[in-house]
């Protein structure tokens, strides 16, 4: 469909303007706009200035005509005029679709590339078939529904037929005929001998007992209406419009206003209403009616609706509003609230109630009454009781139906719908809704969602967002039009003058790719000879492929291709993943959900979606118009394919928007040549390197580290979380290796961990950069094949324990830097890590006494025994507060005398335990860490030494009294803070 409506806008522009166009250089139309922008933006710096642009105008990047937006993407006038025909569109964008894509870097079996629409036999005889199906299993039915339609398009506008709008639904009204009552104003002479009614929408007729008014828009643009011979309404020309296309007009779908009207000439007409207690009621201006919504005439209804009550109130109560829109008293003043529903806690009167208690003083506080109406709204429909009428003493949501059919019934009330929102088809027109008879698929059918919500429960989503998304769909989710007059695709096979709808075409064509290539050849618009005839492709064929069917016996394709097609089908099915965006969820991939598991056997239902959102340029959304705009080919051309991938894995996981940096792009460039050179360096003085097999705590701890990244990379690409990915596979190994180049020391790197690294790093990078990881595997590295081809890197299990030691090394020299500063230079800032500190003369030495205390003891040791008896392993949670408090006083520590002065230190610490416990588990809590703190510090006083700039380094322990005797009139220090379990504490001194 948008590409049947662009082609159809430029047949239109070369009628209007010539073939080539000459096109007017800017229309007053345009002129007015920037006017009214410029106004608006008053002050604002030029670059800051962003005109406010609808969807619609986004897509044509703000160009006005299809010719235009055609020549920005490098076409010329001769080729423009081509696009006329909306099969030109595909033949001429697929092929460099799959340019851009090849040069992108995109692994892919293009073989089973196809076209949709009846352009492709083939796709077309599955689509017929899936269409069959559907309909023989009852699934289709043709029926009278309100639809959004396009007027211009004259055909239903579903979501993907829209420039704005998409997923808005017909919202449903009761119009209250509210009769004009004789003699007619002169104004209105014309429509003497008719019947003429004020045509109220509602969305609570139930209601309609307590109307003491008609509000109208003073300055509003009204007119008189011919619905039938008889009949005319007084509404807006958009309510009017809706309306003919709902079978409301003398001339169907061509609205026929008598008489143009505003609102000034409707104040004070005499109205008889349905149902009102008051036998004539008057029409009153109101404020802040919008006619963009309903009809533009309002029923009021003082005792519930808050806006009604202030709107009469102001009235009431000022007479100069009354002189101002020459409103008489006896129109306003007889007039009182009628009890209509008791609401609990509002009584019988809400509307009054709650703008007193929100102190509302005019009908111009729109917030506070947004707010009374939330308050009163929901809970008279749910709580409410009718006080009045036939069905006194019933639940409210219970009576409105039955008014509301009694309306009707007795020919008082019609109901109406309109779109919930604005609606803008691709054609460019402003939809409607209109009442069609046409096709419709019966999703939201009782026992077909059943199965559509077990499917979706065995489905891997990703993100319980995306779960939600989809809940949330097959609540609301009801019959939706599959058929449209015009555009491409494939017809309705048993009524031809209709087209599939284009989210109805798609639902089960994943199942098409596994037989595409042996149908088309390799051809994708299945246009090239073959070995089968799309006439050959029966419903018994597809049901055998597809759906476990008979063996078609009076087909005369071969049995070994038949066999062939159900045998790529079943190795392939059920799909495990399907990857879209999030703004399908309320469609398409419910659509697909519904309809395998109406088809398929429920083992080839699908296993998984996964949904993210749209994408970002530099933090602002894609504007052609702003520049802020980038096409892939652009892409590749200034940052190179794997920069612009790199990137793109950057800019953000989940369903929320993803934001390209180019920063980040050109970052990509620097880092990825930046490591080809270090590589190059390394393996041109590989013979410097340690051989050997790796033996020291540094190589231990980076063999460890390439370990952690191989298995935490491998369940990051496995759940699609390519940020992540690429920081555990990409930055944090980057970290790890330098990390273990500082550490080393003179004794320099390990060979064989030096050439480990580099295999495992460009494994693991190659899933975003696979250009960059080619060149690494083959140029630099010498390897035969591809690394795409090599598989994944083989890994032991992770030590977590050294993990935490390694963690623990470099915090605890990040604490002694600090002590250092504040000991001997007396500053509070530590230098930057890896910087010597300076020594304070030539003849002295900078040496660190690092003390150690490998196991809580007192009351510490007490609290954690209290912690480990109050904490579930499993679940990683706590007993209450006032449990564990209660053990605390109980133990040794409550006994103690100076328990209150225990206790002020106790709490902090349990605190940081318990927080320390849920995110680590049970070894959070044990006495000792789960290893030896003085063996590793012992065991790195090399780079303790250099990270630090000490010349001397002991490791002792802080229970060891010669220990403590080393650090003389300092031992104070370790009074001051003592070395506790993670946390040592350094003394540092100078020696001659």
């Given at each position: 469909?948008?590409?049947?409506?662009?082609?159809?806008?430029?047949?239109?522009?070369?009628?209007?303007?010539?073939?080539?166009?000459?096109?007017?250089?800017?229309?007053?139309?345009?002129?007015?706009?920037?006017?009214?922008?410029?106004?608006?933006?008053?002050?604002?710096?030029?670059?800051?200035?962003?005109?406010?642009?609808?969807?619609?105008?986004?897509?044509?990047?703000?160009?006005k005509f299809q010719w235009e937006i055609m020549r920005s993407f490098g076409l010329s006038d001769n080729e423009i005029s081509k696009f006329q025909n909306p099969y030109n569109w595909l033949t001429y964008f697929p092929p460099l679709a799959k340019e851009d894509l090849i040069a992108f870097g995109l692994g892919c079996d293009w073989r089973r590339s196809f076209i949709t629409t009846d352009m492709n036999p083939f796709y077309d005889s599955f689509v017929r078939w899936q269409m069959r199906k559907l309909k023989s299993l009852g699934k289709?039915?043709?029926?009278?529904?309100?639809?959004?339609?396009?007027?211009?398009?004259?055909?239903p506008c579903a979501d993907h037929d829209r420039a704005s709008g998409e997923g808005v639904q017909p919202q449903e009204y009761t119009i209250i005929k509210m009769e004009l009552v004789s003699p007619f104003p002169p104004k209105l002479g014309v429509l003497e001998g008719r019947r003429v009614f004020l045509a109220a929408a509602t969305l609570r007729p139930e209601t309609m007992y307590g109307q003491t008014n008609a509000w109208v828009l003073p300055d509003g643009k009204y007119g008189a209406y011919e619905i039938n011979d008889t009949d005319v309404f007084i509404l807006t020309q958009r309510a009017a419009l809706n309306l003919a296309y709902q079978k409301y007009s003398r001339i169907p779908e061509k609205p026929t206003c008598l008489v143009e009207l505003t609102g000034y000439d409707l104040i004070g007409l005499p109205l008889r209403s349905p149902l009102s207690f008051n036998e004539i009621i008057y029409a009153l201006?109101?404020?802040?009616?919008?006619?963009?919504?309903?009809t533009g005439i309002v029923t009021s209804v003082p005792s519930d609706a808050p806006d009604d009550y202030m709107a009469l109130h102001d009235l009431k109560s000022k007479p100069a509003l009354r002189a101002k829109y020459g409103v008489k008293?006896?129109?306003?003043?007889?007039?009182?609230?009628?009890?209509?529903?008791?609401?609990?806690?509002?009584?019988?009167?809400?509307?009054?109630?709650?703008?007193?208690?929100?102190?509302?003083?005019?009908?111009?506080?729109?917030?506070?009454?947004?707010?009374?109406?939330?308050?009163?709204?929901?809970?008279?429909?749910?709580?409410?009781?009718?006080?009045?009428?036939?069905?006194?003493?019933?639940?409210?949501?219970?009576?409105?139906?039955?008014?509301?059919?009694?309306?009707?019934?007795?020919?008082?009330?019609?109901?109406?719908?309109?779109?919930?929102?604005?609606?803008?088809?691709?054609?460019?027109?402003?939809?409607?809704v209109a009442l069609t008879d046409q096709w419709y698929l019966t999703y939201g059918e009782e026992e077909w969602?059943?199965?559509?919500?077990?499917?979706?429960?065995?489905?891997?989503?990703?993100?319980?967002?995306?779960?939600?998304?989809?809940?949330?769909?097959?609540?609301?989710?009801?019959?939706?039009?599959?058929?449209?007059?015009?555009?491409?695709?494939?017809?309705?096979?048993?009524?031809?003058?209709?087209?599939?709808?284009s989210l109805s075409d798609s639902t089960i064509y994943m199942a098409y790719y596994t037989v595409a290539h042996l149908l088309q050849n390799g051809d994708i618009y299945g246009s090239s000879r073959s070995s089968i005839k799309p006439e050959q492709l029966t419903d018994e064929v597809w049901d055998f492929i597809f759906c476990g069917g008979a063996y078609p016996k009076s087909s005369d394709i071969s049995s070994s291709i038949l066999n062939k097609m159900?045998?790529?089908?079943?190795?392939?099915?059920?799909?495990?993943?399907?990857?879209?965006?999030?703004?399908?969820?309320?469609?398409?991939?419910?659509?697909?959900?519904?309809?395998?598991?109406?088809?398929?056997?429920?083992?080839?239902?699908?296993?998984?979606?996964?949904?993210?959102?749209?994408?970002?340029?530099?933090?602002?959304?894609?504007?052609?118009?702003?520049?802020?705009?980038?096409?892939?080919?652009?892409?590749?051309?200034?940052?190179?394919?794997?920069?612009?991938?790199?990137?793109?894995?950057?800019?953000?996981?989940?369903?929320?928007?993803?934001?390209?940096?180019?920063?980040?792009?050109?970052?990509?460039?620097?880092?990825?040549?930046?490591?080809?050179?270090?590589?190059?360096?390394?393996?041109?003085?590989?013979?410097?390197?340690?051989?050997?097999?790796?033996?020291?705590?540094?190589?231990?701890?980076?063999?460890?580290?390439?370990?952690?990244?191989?298995?935490?990379?491998?369940?990051?690409?496995?759940?699609?979380?390519?940020?992540?990915?690429?920081?555990?596979?990409?930055?944090?190994?980057?970290?790890?290796?330098?990390?273990?180049?500082?550490?080393?020391?003179?004794?320099?790197?390990?060979?064989?961990?030096?050439?480990?690294?580099?295999?495992?790093?460009?494994?693991?990078?190659t899933p975003i950069c696979p250009h960059y990881g080619e060149y690494v595997w083959r140029i630099l590295l010498n390897k035969n094949g591809f690394v795409v081809k090599a598989g994944w890197p083989v890994a032991d299990s992770p030590d977590l324990t050294l993990k935490i030691a390694n963690k623990y090394l470099q915090d605890s020299i990040v604490l002694m830097r600090k002590l250092l500063q504040k000991q001997i230079l007396g500053s509070k800032k530590a230098n930057k890590k890896g910087a010597p500190v300076t020594t304070l003369s030539e003849d002295n030495r900078l040496a660190g006494l690092i003390y150690v205390n490998e196991q809580f003891d007192g009351w510490k040791a007490e609290c954690l025994r209290i912690l480990q008896s109050?904490?579930?392993?499993?679940?990683?949670?706590?007993?209450?507060?006032?449990?564990?408090?209660?053990?605390?006083?109980?133990?040794?520590?409550?006994?103690?005398?100076?328990?209150?002065?225990?206790?002020?230190?106790?709490?902090?610490?349990?605190?940081?335990?318990?927080?320390?416990?849920?995110?680590?588990?049970?070894?959070?809590?044990?006495?000792?860490?789960?290893?030896?703190?003085?063996?590793?510090?012992?065991?790195?006083?090399?780079?303790?030494?250099?990270?630090?700039?000490?010349?001397?380094?002991?490791?002792?322990?802080?229970?060891?009294?010669?220990?403590?005797?080393?650090?003389?009139?300092?031992?104070?220090?370790?009074?001051?803070?003592?070395?506790?379990?993670?946390n040592p504490t350094a003394i540092f001194l100078t020696r001659s």
């Open positions: 469909m948008p590409i049947k409506a662009s082609a159809d806008k430029l047949a239109r522009e070369i009628q209007q303007f010539g073939d080539p166009p000459n096109f007017p250089h800017e229309s007053e139309e345009e002129i007015d706009t920037v006017q009214e922008a410029e106004e608006a933006n008053a002050g604002a710096p030029p670059d800051k200035f962003k005109g406010k642009k609808s969807k619609a105008a986004s897509k044509s990047g703000g160009q289709i039915v043709k029926d009278v529904r309100y639809t959004i339609f396009s007027p211009l398009d004259g055909q201006p109101m404020l802040t009616i919008l006619t963009d919504k309903g008293d006896e129109w306003v003043l007889p007039f009182e609230i009628i009890p209509i529903i008791n609401i609990p806690e509002f009584g019988d009167r809400a509307a009054e109630k709650v703008c007193m208690d929100l102190k509302i003083k005019s009908q111009n506080e729109k917030e506070k009454l947004a707010d009374a109406k939330k308050l009163t709204y929901l809970k008279g429909f749910t709580e409410g009781t009718m006080l009045v009428g036939e069905f006194t003493g019933r639940k409210v949501q219970e009576a409105k139906a039955f008014i509301r059919s009694k309306l009707l019934e007795m020919g008082l009330a019609i109901m109406y719908s309109e779109p919930e929102k604005r609606v803008v088809s691709r054609s460019g027109d402003d939809c409607v969602r059943k199965l559509a919500e077990e499917c979706l429960s065995n489905m891997n989503l990703y993100s319980e967002e995306t779960r939600h998304g989809f809940e949330h769909t097959l609540s609301w989710l009801n019959q939706w039009a599959c058929s449209r007059s015009f555009g491409l695709g494939t017809r309705i096979p048993w009524d031809e003058q209709f087209l599939v709808e159900k045998q790529e089908f079943e190795y392939w099915y059920p799909f495990d993943l399907r990857v879209s965006g999030k703004d399908l969820i309320q469609n398409h991939l419910t659509f697909s959900i519904y309809n395998h598991t109406a088809i398929m056997s429920k083992k080839h239902w699908p296993r998984g979606f996964r949904c993210n959102g749209h994408i970002m340029l530099n933090s602002e959304k894609m504007s052609k118009s702003t520049g802020n705009f980038r096409t892939l080919r652009q892409a590749i051309e200034e940052f190179s394919a794997d920069a612009t991938r790199f990137s793109l894995a950057d800019a953000g996981d989940g369903v929320d928007d993803a934001n390209f940096v180019f920063e980040t792009a050109n970052a990509a460039i620097l880092r990825l040549t930046k490591e080809i050179s270090w590589m190059e360096e390394v393996l041109a003085a590989e013979s410097s390197l340690r051989t050997g097999p790796p033996s020291t705590y540094a190589d231990r701890v980076f063999a460890n580290d390439i370990n952690i990244a191989v298995k935490m990379t491998e369940q990051n690409y496995r759940d699609y979380m390519f940020r992540e990915a690429l920081k555990t596979g990409f930055y944090d190994l980057q970290a790890a290796r330098d990390e273990y180049r500082f550490s080393c020391g003179a004794g320099g790197m390990n060979r064989d961990l030096v050439w480990h690294f580099m295999d495992v790093q460009t494994r693991l990078i109050k904490f579930d392993s499993k679940t990683h949670t706590f007993a209450p507060d006032g449990e564990i408090m209660e053990a605390l006083k109980n133990s040794s520590i409550g006994q103690a005398a100076n328990f209150k002065q225990t206790q002020k230190l106790c709490m902090p610490f349990l605190r940081f335990k318990k927080d320390e416990a849920v995110t680590l588990g049970a070894q959070a809590l044990e006495l000792r860490l789960p290893f030896g703190e003085i063996e590793v510090l012992q065991e790195n006083l090399d780079l303790i030494r250099r990270q630090i700039g000490l010349e001397e380094v002991e490791i002792l322990s802080a229970t060891d009294p010669d220990a403590l005797a080393k650090a003389g009139t300092l031992v104070s220090l370790l009074n001051q803070n003592p070395p506790s379990p993670g």
